[in-house]
């Protein structure tokens, strides 16, 4: 017979169940619980692994928050999972510019993507933004041009986009030039779901 639990009682066993399957894996602190937010979304315990972190990226992330910036994400499932409650508590809101109907316009005349297009949107919003990218490559992309430009400056780049083209080159790109703090899920895996939950696990560290 399956025990009935609370929801917050369901996720402090699976934090149980996480740490105690690490077994002697040693995480860094300052990354733990973003790591094991991770895993938890995912059941993979391939992102311990997987997940690379620019020189005190979440703390960087955090001070951010703290400071009421924006996030901005490539797709509204990530939108609909970052928690809104907390992040409007400190003064930030949640931007997604892909289905902007004149954003889908702008793209196709000129020839590119609306996740380019909306990363130009997001480099005129006025406060400093976290971009939480789960599912475009070419935000990134985009991205590492507008920065290359002196037109952004990102409190920190979440880059988990997930798939096969140009997924890898993508993430790597942002690495290799480490032109603002980041965290990185490296090779094909990533998306949505996990771009929201490395955002909550910094919102949660806020709200303890």
Avoid at 54 to 64: F, L, M, N, Q, R
Avoid at 130 to 150: K, Q, R, V
């Amino acid at each position: 017979m399956t025990e009935q639990m609370k929801p917050m009682d369901i996720e402090k066993r699976s934090f149980a169940i996480i740490t105690e399957l690490l077994g002697d894996r040693r995480l860094d602190p300052e990354n733990e619980l973003v790591i094991k937010r991770v895993i938890h979304t995912t059941a993979d315990f391939d992102y311990v692994d997987n997940l690379a972190f620019s020189d005190h990226a979440v703390e960087k992330g955090i001070a951010a928050l703290r400071a009421g910036c924006d996030i901005v994400t490539d797709t509204q499932m990530a939108k609909a999972g970052i928690n809104k409650t907390i992040l409007a508590s400190l003064g930030g809101e949640v931007h997604c510019f892909m289905s902007d109907a004149d954003v889908a316009a702008e793209a196709k005349e000129r020839g590119v993507t609306r996740a380019f297009v909306s990363m130009e949107r997001a480099a005129a919003l006025e406060k400093p933004c976290i971009f939480a990218i789960g599912n475009a490559p070419t935000a990134l992309f985009s991205l590492e041009e507008l920065m290359e430009a002196g037109k952004l400056h990102p409190a920190l780049i979440i880059g988990v986009p997930v798939g096969f083209v140009n997924v890898v080159e993508s993430k790597e790109r942002i690495i290799e030039a480490a032109a603002a703090p980041y965290i990185v899920a490296r090779g094909r895996k990533g998306g949505s779901n996990v771009a929201a939950a490395i955002c909550n696990a910094m919102l949660y560290q806020i709200r303890r």
